[in-house]
């Protein structure tokens, strides 16, 4: 069992940074895929990235990538993504999963466990 806490979402101006956190409960943080994922107002989750059990490997949403930035700490069981140059379509609920299997999952449906999601607000 694994229990998720997202945290350092806020009210941000157009242009400006966030970092978001996801704590982690839970001795097997470390041999989990961990993904982002969002769910704007009036609009489907979207998936936003995502991170393989050491680091080695991540993968973004073509609305994200080049501005959104995913890491891990295993030895805080806490991962992050730090976003840059934040718009106001990036306004939305931020949830981070946490998936069993070995491979990038794109899709939610795949995910295990989910925290309970931290709000991002972009003013223009």
């Known amino acids: 069992q694994v229990q998720l806490v997202e945290s350092g979402g806020g009210l941000v101006q157009a242009g400006g940074s966030l970092r978001l956190s996801c704590a982690a409960s839970?001795?097997?943080?470390?041999?989990?895929?961990m993904g982002w994922f969002r769910q704007g107002p009036g609009k489907e989750r979207e998936f936003v990235a995502t991170i393989t059990w050491n680091g080695g490997n991540v993968y973004y949403g073509d609305s994200v990538k080049g501005r959104f930035t995913i890491s891990r700490d295993n030895a805080k069981n806490t991962v992050y993504l730090q976003m840059n140059s934040l718009k106001p379509e990036d306004t939305a609920l931020y949830y981070c999963?946490?998936?069993?299997?070995?491979?990038?999952?794109?899709?939610?449906?795949?995910?295990?466990?989910w925290g309970q999601g931290t709000q991002v607000t972009v003013s223009s």
């Open positions: 839970g001795r097997s943080f470390s041999r989990y895929a």
């Open positions: 999963a946490a998936d069993r299997s070995s491979i990038l999952n794109l899709n939610g449906g795949a995910y295990d466990y």
